[in-house]
């Protein structure tokens, strides 16, 4: 069974850190691209980070940059999302994807469920 499972969301306070964990499991993880996506209530899904199967390649959306880490391993199949200086409008639910081979696709073949980011005092 394919499955991909986001953990580590919950309430920060501003400034606060969060790391998030995207688990794979039931295909080769390492075959795949991961992307991370979020989506704040009333917007639009929005790319976060992507990183390729090796790891070698990340790409950032322009807001994230210097703020959100990628990172992948792939002995344990899972992705990372490192968050630093978080602020009340990355409040959203975090979703990981995974694509085979490319990173520079928009065509996924699994998602996970999302995790909850919730950023407030």
């Known amino acids: 069974q394919v499955q991909l499972v986001e953990s580590g969301g919950g309430l920060v306070q501003p400034g606060g850190s969060l790391r998030l964990s995207c688990a794979a499991s039931g295909f080769t993880f390492s075959s795949y691209a991961i992307t991370w996506y979020r989506q704040a209530p009333g917007k639009e899904r929005e790319l976060v980070a992507r990183?390729?199967?090796?790891?070698?390649?990340?790409d950032y959306a322009d807001s994230m940059k210097g703020r959100f880490t990628i990172s992948r391993d792939n002995a344990k199949n899972t992705a990372y999302l490192q968050m630093e200086s978080l602020q009340p409008e990355d409040t959203a639910v975090y979703y990981c994807a995974a694509a085979r081979r490319t990173i520079w696709t928009t065509l996924y073949d699994y998602w996970g469920q999302g995790t909850q980011v919730t950023v407030s005092s």
């Open positions: 990183i390729s199967t090796s790891g070698s390649v990340t």
